[in-house]
């Protein structure tokens, strides 16, 4: 608990209610109250934001207002999610089907990240990269039918690079 008597971690409550299936309205509504005004005041921590959006989708609320504020703390902190916060992120944009640019947010922060293989194309680099979670996105965003072509064009030239390379590497 925060000096002013506000709970400084939202997230950890949200996600323990959305873990607990809680779906008790004067709960849910009371902790969108609470959320929207430590949002409003604050700027949050990438993993904050990702937890925030998983509860949410679990606990199925939406809201339109608390959706635009969050992405918009999204769009100015992406580059900051680890790849378990992107997908995290993702499932839960995709679950919500929200209405703001999120989905392109954080497919093109994905492929920003699958393109340095593509220069670089070592195994060890998708390693490093957590390939396996940002193809997480990749499936998230095409079975909600929300998959653009830039983030599966980017996928698909790295697995040809990568297999290539694997290809190499067992003939040598």
Known sequence: EGSNGVISSMSSFLW???K???HEPEVLH???VEVMLLVRRSQQRPQDLAEMLWAFAMLGAHNDIFSAEVAEQVSQQIEAFSTDELLRSAWSDAGLALTIPSHSMIQEEVASRLRPMLSQGSLEVAVK???QEL???LQVYAFSEHLHSRLLATVQEVM?????ELDGSFCQ
């Open 16 to 18: 323990a209610l959305a």
């Open 20 to 22: 607990l299936s809680v």
């Open 30 to 32: 009371a902790a969108l």
């Open 129 to 131: 990269t957590r390939v």
């Open 135 to 137: 193809m997480g996105v």
């Open 160 to 164: 040809q690079q990568q297999g290539a």
